[in-house]
């Protein structure tokens, strides 16, 4: 076999299943890192609880992603699964639980646990992991890659798998890096932007607000007064703007249509309640109770710190009472239960995002075996891609996927490599 190892760039979700992959089936492999540590971007996931993957069928999980993205996926997803990975996990003792939105989580421990049950994996098999050891650059010859620069420092190899992420969280190691050294091995890399990200409201927020969080609501986007997207879920208000589950999980969208223009948001409060019975209960409420505040029933559905700002959109004082609700006052409160605004998107911050959308083109990789279509002996996986699924777990299957297929790849061309050199000796 050639003494040239694989070399992995970038420890994060994609980049371990590539290295302990590789390795499984025999392949040296070197798994370089920038960090002092790996799997930095698994440790933050999930509030540091780590959503691991999502529960149920893998072409239900498919559905989750655009059509382009979930085709390219399929056959990685099928090659390992969600339970392919929750199955490595209890290898090592580490059990999960699923939660009711599908969503599945260690049971007893956190995203360090998931880590550090990663790195086994790679100490079993004989990885060398060089940790702060940050590429510069791949080198390549002619359309074959030649090597990985870390530092002064030529690695030379035939295989070179990019695992190195996006450039969300840029503080976790992921700087947009491959993305550079992709164009200049050939590639298209698609427009990035924002996704999974919080954004930032026009007007601003009031101070007061940071740290408020709505339950359980739906938060939607218009453009030109259209729906251009929506989602259900939490939502936290920050200093500048919102952030959640919900606000995450219609980033996407809103980053790529404001380029068109203004977009406006707007949350239902409560979303399990039409616009009728709701008008019904507020009426029903008034005659019951005509001399309590109007301020009580919406402190029923709303923090108490967000009553006064709901009630003002509608135009009603703190003070009303039930009797002197009248109609036009009740339809206003409905409205804006249901649609209260909370001004346009001012901005998408793509550095505080989970992952971004765009990445070199997937036309340009087989999905078969992540090899690239441009560059001999270079391997694409994880955020690198130009992928990106919604909030639930779905990206670091995408990740552990696409890197499980590009180890196992690049191993096995590896492989055939050195047996036709040792027959050519012969």
């Known amino acids: 076999m050639t003494r040239d190892p694989i070399v992995v760039i970038g420890a994060g979700a994609a980049g371990i299943l590539a290295a302990w992959r590789a390795a499984s089936l025999g392949a040296p492999v070197v798994l370089v890192e920038k960090n002092d540590r790996i799997g930095i971007k698994i440790l933050i996931s999930g509030g540091g609880k780590c959503n691991v993957t999502h529960d149920g069928p893998i072409e239900d999980l498919l559905k989750a992603f655009r059509p382009n993205e979930a085709r390219f996926l399929r056959p990685s997803f099928y090659r390992f699964t969600n339970q392919d990975i929750v199955e490595m996990l209890a290898r090592r003792g580490l059990g999960v639980y699923t939660r009711p939105d599908g969503r599945i989580f260690p049971s007893d421990g956190t995203a360090k646990d998931v880590v550090a049950k990663l790195g086994q994996f790679l100490d079993e098999v004989g990885v060398r992991v060089r940790l702060k050891s940050g590429a510069t650059g791949v080198e390549s010859n002619k359309g074959w890659v030649t090597g990985v620069r870390v530092g002064n420092e030529l690695i030379s190899s035939s295989s070179v798998i990019l695992a190195v992420g996006g450039s969300s969280f840029p ?10 050294w992709a164009r200049e091995l050939g590639h298209t890399v698609v427009k990035v932007r924002a996704a999974l990200a919080p954004i930032f409201l026009q007007p601003q927020p009031s101070e007061d607000w940071a740290g408020v969080a709505l339950r359980d609501c739906v938060l939607k986007a218009r453009q030109n007064g259209k729906e251009i997207a929506r989602w259900r879920g939490d939502l936290l208000f920050t200093h500048r703007g919102i952030s959640g589950p919900a606000v995450l999980g219609i980033s996407r969208e809103v980053a790529e249509k404001r380029e068109r223009g203004p977009v406006s948001l707007e ?5 399990e309640i039409s616009y009728e019975d709701l008008r019904d209960r507020i009426l029903k409420s008034t005659r019951e109770h005509p001399r309590r505040l109007i301020k009580s029933f ?4 709303a923090p108490n710190r967000l009553v006064e700002p709901i009630l003002g959109t509608a135009g009603i004082e703190a003070s009303t009472s039930g009797a002197y609700l009248n109609q036009k006052d009740r339809n206003r ?11 346009h998107s001012h901005h998408v911050y793509l550095e505080k995002g989970e992952v971004v959308a765009g990445g070199i083109a997937l036309d340009e990789v087989d999905p078969q075996t992540m090899r690239s279509r441009i560059c001999e002996g270079l391997y694409v996986c994880g955020e690198v891609l130009d992928v990106a ?5 779905y990206n670091l299957q995408a990740a552990f996927s696409t890197g499980y297929v590009a180890g196992e790849t690049a191993a096995l061309d590896l492989i055939t490599k050195a047996r036709r050199d040792e027959e050519y000796l012969v």
């Open 171 to 180: 503080g976790a190691g992921t700087t947009g890096d491959g993305f550079t």
């Open 267 to 271: 949350v239902d409060l409560v979303p």
């Open 298 to 301: 919406v402190e029923e559905i």
């Open 333 to 343: 409160l409905v409205t804006t239960l249901k649609a209260w605004s909370l001004g």
């Open 389 to 393: 699924g919604p909030v639930g777990g």
